[in-house]
């Protein structure tokens, strides 16, 4: 398998402008996590997904972040507006339902809003 | 008050050194442990898992947790220069699968 699989790996952005993070996880994978790893913050629980429902987005900061995932192979993580703020990696991860729990975590998307 | 507190450092440490990362909790709730290995630029990979209090060894790497004082440690033996990496602890409870990590701690192991 190819693993976890993000896209774009680097954005450049202007605050105010829409953007989207995109996330394919590893097949047979059931559950789909979204975390934010910043120098201050560390690595911060967004949202996660079991059977593309979401079940806990407490962690989503604000109405400007919206997730989706409509189907078992793909989720977005949307951004409207952008703020200087955002600026982070953002990191996708999936697991299957059994063995460790470990997470599979693809190589992130570098985003920088100005 | 964090979750999880974890030391950001960073350490830097000689070739063959012993090294320990520590992390604490104030949620008695967690039950399973981990800690995972993120190089510049990539994501975060599982180094070692466990899920009860005690020592887990697994080659130069072995993961001690104390539940009763909440604090949980990663020891690295005879320590190598591709040892260079940021240090994640982990955590979850029981029944959830809301995994809190720490913030990270950069090592450098020096040739």
């Known amino acids: 398998d190819a693993g976890v699989i993000q896209s774009p790996r680097h954005e450049v952005t202007e605050m105010g402008q829409e953007v989207t993070l995109r996330c394919k996880p590893i097949?047979?994978?059931?559950?789909l996590f979204w975390y934010r790893q910043t120098m201050m913050r560390g690595l911060e629980l967004l949202i996660y997904?079991?059977?593309?429902?979401?079940?806990?987005d407490s962690g989503m900061p604000e109405d400007r972040f919206s997730a989706k995932m409509p189907n078992a192979s793909f989720s977005t993580l949307k951004i409207q507006p952008s703020e200087p703020r955002d600026s982070a990696v953002y990191f996708c991860?999936?697991?299957?339902?059994?063995?460790?729990?470990?997470?599979?975590f693809g190589e992130g998307s570098r985003l920088t809003v100005l | 008050q964090k979750e999880v507190e974890q030391d950001p450092g960073p350490l830097s440490v000689p070739e063959g050194a012993i090294v320990s990362l520590n992390c604490t909790y104030s949620?008695?709730?967690?039950?399973?442990f981990m800690w995972y290995r993120q190089y510049s630029r990539k994501g975060p990979e599982l180094l070692m898992y466990?899920?009860?209090?005690g020592n887990k060894e697994d080659g130069r790497f072995t993961a001690q947790v104390d539940k009763s004082s909440k604090y949980i440690s990663l020891f690295i033996r005879d320590s190598q220069p591709s040892d260079s990496a940021t240090y994640l602890c982990?955590?979850?409870?029981?029944?959830?699968?809301?995994?809190?990590f720490g913030t990270g701690t950069r090592l450098k192991v020096l040739a």
């Open positions: 997904f079991n059977n593309n429902v979401p079940i806990d």
């Open positions: 991860a999936s697991r299957g339902w059994e063995g460790t729990g470990e997470l599979f």
């Open positions: 949620n008695s709730a967690f039950q399973y």
């Open positions: 466990t899920y009860s209090s």
């Open positions: 982990a955590m979850i409870t029981s029944g959830t699968y809301k995994y809190i």
């Open positions: 097949s047979g994978h059931d559950y």
